[in-house]
């Protein structure tokens, strides 16, 4: 539903606009997104509308109701649950004692890529946002700061992972070569 604060929006333009706006803490495939729209839909959250289309089929577009927007304010007012992270590469990291190290170097080394890959779409996105505008100065004129502070959010994430990856592997290298680990 925080999706579609932005406007209204079909569910195939949502999917596409996930990984842009929410995928950095929010994963959801586009099946779950059309089951969760016609959900709320039928919750009274959001509204849809039929567009009519030509050469193509018709498409459904939501927007928050009235009683979205209430659920959204009761949402915000209450205590998020913490967080929890459930990663593979860290079990793998975890057992590399054990395990084949050059398998868990090679996962490290991917996702630094993957990493590296993140950051630079979210600079791009957040270039696209400031528009040439200092932070200060877009972050006390925009209309809405969520998308922005959960950006910067992402890009934080993503470069730790960078930074923890490297470690990791500059680590894991010096063992697999029989040096003593230097921090």
Request: charged content about 30%.
């Amino acid at each position: 539903m925080a999706a579609l604060l932005e406007g209204e929006a079909s569910g195939y333009d949502l999917a596409k606009a996930f990984d842009a706006s929410v995928a950095n803490f929010w994963a959801a495939t586009p099946q779950q997104l059309y089951r969760e729209l016609d959900r709320m839909a039928a919750d009274g959250l959001v509204s849809a509308r039929v567009v009519h289309q030509e050469r193509r089929p018709d498409k459904r577009l939501f927007s928050v109701t009235e009683a979205g927007h209430r659920t959204l304010q009761e949402f915000t007012a209450r205590p998020p649950r913490p967080g929890v992270i459930r990663d593979e590469l860290l079990v793998q990291v975890q057992a590399v004692d054990v395990g084949d190290g050059a398998a868990v170097r090679k996962a490290l080394e991917e996702r630094m890529a993957l990493a590296e890959s993140k950051i630079a779409r979210y600079e791009r996105l957040r270039a696209r946002l400031l528009d040439g505008r200092f932070e200060d100065d877009y972050l006390a004129g925009a209309e809405r700061i969520g998308p922005y502070l959960t950006l910067m959010r992402g890009l934080s994430f993503e470069r730790e992972n960078l930074r923890w990856c490297e470690q990791s592997l500059k680590v894991l290298r010096q063992r697999a070569a029989g040096e003593q680990p230097v921090s």
